[in-house]
């Protein structure tokens, strides 16, 4: 597609329940990932998605998030038994890393705003 | 642990004046990446320094890179109202980028 597409663009959900996101990516970019921006502070890394190769996790809060990235496209960002303190944008980026000139230029999506009350 | 880190945190400036946004990183990159966001919007690229002493330009705004300081500046140029937004610059040694605090500019009329 043109550009990095989530959705849903806005979820409210009630303490406790699960929730998806979701990321398509650009196509042809190898490489995907997540981050959480909480209102007025900065980008928290989540995960990571390089081509085939195992994901770096190293940034998931805790064990209740999870992610896929199937087919080397779309990503699913799941939040089981969600918290307030999950209540956050989420976004999503991608890149097509590895190219002759070494830069890495990230394109964001929209963001996905999610509200746990 | 790896620090990105932006000053001024905010920054309110008057039409037509001139100011310098700093980003210090605290490991060694080659690459250093300038985003910008808008009120409720997402992030987009402004500038890509992959090299010591890189230097961008792109109306307004001019983006410098010192590797061996770690530094990078953002210098805006006579500023206009259409400037106002958050800065954010980002380093990506390994898998992740590593993004700054965030410059929140506003520029008064």
């Known amino acids: 597609g043109a550009g990095v597409s989530q959705s849903p663009s806005n979820k409210v959900t009630e303490k406790g329940k699960d929730v998806e996101l979701r990321c398509d990516p650009i196509s042809g970019h190898t490489a995907l990932y997540w981050y959480r921006q909480s209102l007025g502070q900065g980008l928290e890394f989540l995960i990571y998605f390089q081509g085939n190769s195992a994901p770096d996790k190293s940034g998931l809060p805790s064990d209740r998030f999870s992610a896929e990235r199937t087919g080397g496209s779309v990503s699913t960002l799941t939040i089981q038994r969600t918290q307030q303190e999950d209540s956050a944008v989420y976004l999503c980026?991608?890149?097509?890393?590895?190219?002759?000139?070494?830069?890495?230029?990230?394109?964001f999506g929209a963001g996905s705003r999610l509200t746990v009350l | 642990e790896l620090k990105v880190e932006q000053n001024p945190l905010f920054l309110s400036m008057q039409e037509g004046k001139n100011y310098t946004i700093y980003c210090n990183y605290s490991t060694t990159s080659d690459r250093l990446y300038w985003y910008r966001q808008d009120p409720g919007k997402s992030l987009e690229s402004l500038f890509v320094l992959l090299s010591n002493g890189a230097v961008k330009q792109e109306g307004r705004l001019m983006a410098s890179l010192d590797t061996k300081a770690r530094l990078s500046t953002l210098h805006i140029t006579a500023a206009v109202h259409d400037l106002s937004a958050t800065y954010f610059c980002a380093v990506d040694p390994g898998n992740q980028f590593y993004f700054g605090t965030g410059t929140s500019l506003t520029v008064i009329p």
């Open positions: 980026a991608s890149s097509f890393k590895g190219g002759q000139s070494g830069a890495n230029v990230l394109t």
